[in-house]
T-cell receptor
Framework: KNQVEQSPQSLIILEGKNCTLQCNYTVSPFSNLRWYKQDTGRGPVSLTIMTFSENTKSNGRYTATLDADTKQSSLHITASQLSDSASYICVVSERDKLSFGAGTTVTVRA | DTEVTQTPKHLVMGMTNKKSLKCEQHMGHRAMYWYKQKAKKPPELMFVYSYEKLSINESVPSRFSPECPNSSLLNLHLHALQPEDSALYLC?????????????FGSGTRLTVV
């Protein structure tokens, strides 16, 4: 069973709108949690990384939150742009091992 | 330099060919990784090199042979591949082998086996 679950699997939003992606994990012990953006056929690009003690981290229009007690994280995209269309992957680090979520595919339409 | 550079970006090879994928980083990272990613799936770890020594081999078939000539370079030698090996191959590096800060992926090599 995958230790990192993401939802929704995919979503479509209109340009300029906001959206929130969810990530639940059971990985333990927890080291850090990252959100990556991956364009089709390209490597993942890091958006944010948070340790146990961090609740929120922003990178431009991307804001990630972390609740280490409930083992939940979210990625909020503000004022979406067409270039935000991509797969967003939640990755949880457990010492020397990374556990990947299956990703959420976001499609932004004009 | 904060990048991981992979070459080639695209590769088409026959099942009897021998080819190599290359990965390079100049961030002083001491751990380097190979991942395989199929369409719409998360990356799957293949190999980990830590301080130029192979530390993890996730039961990868011997037709994939990694090599770490020095701390900045990582190669993946391919021989007698199967069509099901077609995928995006990603290289990554990190400061050490413990999944800490600085985990950076390359842009990948899109491999097609015909």
């Amino acid at each position: 069973k995958n230790q990192v679950e993401q939802s929704p699997q995919s979503l479509i939003i209109l340009e300029g709108k906001n959206c929130t992606l969810q990530c639940n994990y059971t990985v333990s012990p927890f080291s850090n949690l990252r959100w990556y953006k991956q364009d089709t056929g390209r490597g993942p690009v890091s958006l944010t990384i948070m340790t146990f003690s961090e609740n929120t981290k922003s990178n431009g229009r991307y804001t990630a939150t972390l609740d280490a007690d409930t083992k939940q994280s979210s990625l909020h995209i503000t004022a979406s742009q067409l270039s935000d269309s991509a797969s967003y992957i939640c990755v949880v680090s457990e010492r020397d091992k990374l556990s990947f979520g299956a990703g959420t595919t976001v499609t932004v339409r004009a | 330099d904060t990048e991981v550079t992979q070459t080639p970006k695209h590769l088409v090879m026959g099942m009897t060919n021998k080819k190599s994928l290359k990965c390079e980083q100049h961030m002083g990272h001491r751990a380097m990784y190979w991942y395989k990613q199929k369409a719409k799936k998360p990356p799957e770890l293949m190999f980990v090199y830590s301080y130029e020594k192979l530390s993890i081999n996730e039961s990868v078939p011997s037709r994939f042979s990694p090599e770490c000539p020095n701390s900045s370079l990582l190669n993946l030698h391919l021989h007698a591949l199967q069509p099901e090996d077609s995928a995006l191959y990603l290289c990554a590096s990190s400061q050490d082998g413990r999944g800490g800060y600085g985990y950076t992926f390359g842009s990948g090599t899109r491999l097609t086996v015909v």
